[in-house]
């Protein structure tokens, strides 16, 4: 019995919510804060140096706050400022048509479009996959454990040899890439749905044998509802990794667009801030995708009459 | 049924042309015949029994119908242009190893060890077989090895390039992966164990963590290669920030697992934080872990070879791929591939085997 449950307020709601905002935002934003100066002071640091040489170079006399200013404005910082990827990612999201080169909408679109088709093809291998298993002891003994080996396949090693053989077979642009992405993301949804399908307990299975249910009545009537929470589970772990798959598979492949292309590009030329730009994108790309997955699983959830 | 049809395929092989191509059939190469009619013959016994024992003589025949084909690769004239008879021996050798695979799969031995051998068993099956269809499939429809190269011709690279696969696995691996792996996963913990400490830094902590383990952080390889140089202290950095949030949040979650009752009972002891830590919340909490070490094996291996792809001393996995990929070499990618296939298993295996003994106590292993 913990004495906080014994003097909780009772009226008050208003007070109470507001607290309670504060006591859910209060800390993330507090450690967002601490890790934004903590950055700021990196960039000082770490592109002192860089901005001290420069002057000395031209034998220009500085201050201290000349230093500290150059710092956050360096063309080709080690750290660049928070404020300078910001201003870079804006100026190279709204600054361009969104069809030319230098736009991050269209690298953005470049990945995002390898991303959806690796992440659909992955989610129907993942649950075919797991339909199987479910349905064969032959196949959940023999296949299984190949699943799992497969993941320790560096299959992003795989890239150049996809790009090559596809290639040969006269595929080329975004198969190869959404391919990699399939192979890295088919496998959380295997295993997710592989539990999410024996998940009905055997009481409920004996119920359904007592109806006599055919197996496809099964899956459809149990199987399948009591496996949906595990589905979109797996899928928001899945839509992440066909991203990551897509971006990674852009690096070996010698891609021009892309998200993955921006980064090699940016690292060719000692361009930091166009890196950290692209990661931006990346991110925002990542974090979209898991909220219209998660749009999507309430949706679902409202549909199969859940309540939240 | 099916054993009878796979024997059908042996005795069909006889007689069928073994190639498009001027090439002897069976019944020129006396020591093939023989093996051959071996292999029919054993699969029809194998026909003629009934249950589990029918495995002994179908593997044994599956045996002898794979020696053949494979020996058949080797003349020119089959290899490349195999025809009707050679893909009819495949086939009842696919069938007859499928046949013996399920037959397996139904056996429910009572001893221990005899199931756990099974296990073990089926699998291995399964992969030969794997192996052995993209062995026969390459060499039989004579596939450019450019684009894919048959297992043996992978297999032999690798044991004829041992000493550049050694230097490759101690720079990727040993360097890179071991070492960021060590340090991301440690440092996680670390931070997870000051986060529980204190209530406030761990609800700041756990949303963001959530938040950085979604991201496709493999980015920052560019970034860390630009800091950290072009060797190996560039890929364990990669690797530790990889690494480091999945392990904070798991362990967060796994901290968290504790029971109010066992923390009662350790407050009723009079036990001070760190007693509590090392009694209650680690032990509850190495499932938690052990998945986050699990989930990073993974992880480390992939964020490693990312990063040689922004720059590296001339070794290592990564360099070596997409520099022989460049020059073609697709069987030394293959021999990579299997290196790093091998090594990541390895690990995975180890890790699973510690978890195995120190949570030997969990509801998953008492079955």
Redesign the interface.
Known sequence: ??SSSLSLPVSRAGTLRRHRLA??Y???????LALIAIWYIGAVLMNLALVRDGFEREETPYTVSDLIEGTMSAERP?LPAPHQVITAFVDSVFGYAPTAPRSLIYHSTVTLSATLLGFVLGALLGIALALMIVHS??LE??????II?S????I???A??FV??LG?MGLQGLLPKSIISAYLSFFPITIGMVKGFTAPDPMQLDLMRTWSATPRQVLSKLRWPSAVPYLFASL?VAV?IS??GA??AE??TGAEAG??AR??A??YY?Q?IQ??S??LA??IL??GL?ALVDLTERGVARQMGTRS | MGFILAAAGMFAAMVLPLSSEVAAALPARPVLLAFTLAAGLLLAIAAGIRGYRSVVPGFAGVLCGATTTLALLRDPGVAGSAAVGFWAMVLAVWLGAALC??Q???MRPRHKASRRVL?LA??L???AV?FYLWEVMVRGFGV?P???PAPSAAAARFAVSLPTLGQDFVQTFIRGVLIGYAIGCGAGLLVAIVAQRFA??????L??GN?FS???L??????M???FGFDWPSKAAVVALVTFFPMLVNTLAGLSAAG?MER?LMRSYGADHRQTLKKLYLPAALPFIFNALKIN??LA??GA??AE???TPTQG??FR??TE??R?A?DM??A??AL??IA??A??GLVALAERATTFWHPSYRT
Do not use: N
């Open positions: 019995m913990t006591e859910r209060a800390p993330i934003v507090t450690i967002v080690l002891r032959v003994k023999s296949l299984l454990p190949w080996c993941q320790m396949v560096p992003l090693a795989l150049p040899i090559v053989a040969a928001k992440t991203l990551i971006i990674v690096l070996p998200i993955g980064l090699l940016g690292s000692g930091t890196i950290w692209a990661l990346a991110a990542a974090s898991i | 695979v399920v397996l799969a139904s296990s089926i699998p099956l399964f992969g794997v450019s450019v684009i894919l406030f830094l761990g609800r700041g902590l949303p963001l938040f979604a991201l496709p493999v980015g920052v390889a560019p970034i290669v630009m800091w109010h009662d094996a993974t291996l992939i070879i990312v792809f922004f720059g996995i990564g791929i997409s990929a460049g073609m697709i990618v293959w990579e591939i790093a296939a990541g298993m690990f995975y």
